[in-house]
């Protein structure tokens, strides 16, 4: 019998974890293509879509990319490495979290196939825009690189308790839910 949805969700959601070693192997272009849809099919404000992903693909680029990211080049060795691209344009106020969440859709899709990824935050935009071609008023606001694993999966990191995160009514009064 079949774990029902919410369960396998629930189980993909708590067990992912940022990758930082990737093996050489290819990613199946159907796998990929389902994994980019997820981004694709995100909620934005306004449904304006503020977003543009550039797939990068080929080593070579892939280690000028690692390079751009403040010499992070373990970067390079997963088979793809998502750029996050923010039309400003199109949501001015939005358009940072609608490619966010976007970029969760998509880090959550691929951990569903058992892909790894890692949210970057650390680059040079400059240099990024300039390696991709990315247009002036766009804005680069995040990237993943998109893999198999290489080895064993790092294990959880602490996470607050949840009464010092979650509030009921008013901030600072922990929310507490019965079991």
């Known amino acids: ?27 199946d272009p159907a796998v990929l293509r389902q994994v980019l ?3 694709r099919q995100a909620p934005s404000a306004a ?7 550039v797939v990068v693909q080929d080593p070579e680029r892939r ?13 390079a060795d997963a088979a793809v490495i998502v750029v996050g691209v923010g039309l400003p344009k199109v949501s001015e106020r939005w358009y940072r979290v609608d490619v966010a969440i976007a970029m969760q859709n ?3 899709a691929a951990s569903s196939f058992g892909l790894g990824t890692c949210w970057i ?10 390696l991709l071609g990315i247009p002036e008023e ?8 998109i893999g198999w694993p290489k080895g064993e999966r790092p294990p959880a990191r602490p996470r607050k308790e949840f009464g010092q995160v979650f509030y009921t009514e008013t901030y600072g009064q922990p929310l507490q839910l019965q079991q």
């Open 106 to 108: 998509m880090v959550i």
């Open 121 to 130: 935050g650390a680059f040079n935009e400059a240099k990024v825009k300039a």
């Open 63 to 75: 280690r000028a990319l690692a390079e751009a990211c403040n010499g992070q080049f373990w970067l």
């Open 47 to 53: 449904n304006r879509q503020p977003w543009a992903f």
């Open 1 to 27: 019998m079949c774990e029902p949805a919410h369960e396998v969700v629930m189980d993909v959601l708590l067990s992912r974890r940022s990758v930082r070693s990737y093996s050489p192997e290819p990613i």
């Open 37 to 39: 849809e997820a981004a």
């Open 138 to 145: 766009a804005t680069v606001v995040a990237l993943t690189p």
